[in-house]
């Protein structure tokens, strides 16, 4: 039981630790941009590598679902939440989130419709996510400016249980 929480924690903080660098927080570690759609597929490429392994994908099908997952995160989400979430306004995001792992499960589903589901729930949850750390007003480790505290936070949760969900259905 130690062992699935400890995998589970660790697996969920990778997902927290990327989704948060494809926030752009990549570009203060490098000391410079490195553009916003390849800090993206930072995401999207560990997470279809490890979404893919729990679904057993042929190794052919691994760009696409990175693809897919990049593609995803090419419209943005931000304009479905406005700075300083109200909970009305989670329902949007939510389903723009839902939405993006839809089309990622669209490329898994044959394989592990669990897997899928996964996905779409990890999504799902996403504006609740933002709503709760939007109110984290809590120093992010490696953060410079006060005023990307919140947004930190929320990119690293939304990460966190992402990753979390599809770690769960692992063990």
């Not at 939510?94 to 669990?114: D, E, F, K, M």
Request: charged residues 5%; contains cysteine.
């Amino acid at each position: 039981m130690l062992t699935y929480l400890i995998s589970l924690l660790t697996l969920s903080f990778i997902g927290g630790v990327l989704y948060r660098l494809r926030g752009g927080h990549i570009n203060e570690i490098v000391g410079g941009p490195i553009g916003t759609q390849n800090a993206r597929l930072i995401y999207a490429i560990p997470t279809a590598l490890f979404a893919g392994l729990l679904a057993g994908l042929p190794w052919f099908m691994f760009p696409v679902l990175a693809g897919v997952l990049w593609l995803g995160l090419v419209f943005g989400h931000a304009k479905w939440m406005m700075f300083g979430p109200q909970p009305q306004q989670t329902l949007g995001m939510s389903a723009v989130c839902a939405l993006r792992g839809a089309l990622a499960a669209s490329v898994v589903v044959y394989w592990s419709p669990l897997v899928a589901g996964a996905l779409i729930v990890g999504g799902a949850l996403a504006g609740p996510v933002y709503y709760l750390g939007w109110r984290l007003n809590i120093k992010f480790p490696f953060t410079k400016n006060p005023s990307d505290y919140k947004i930190s936070w929320c990119e690293f949760l939304t990460g966190f249980v992402a990753w979390g969900v599809l770690a769960s259905i692992w063990f």
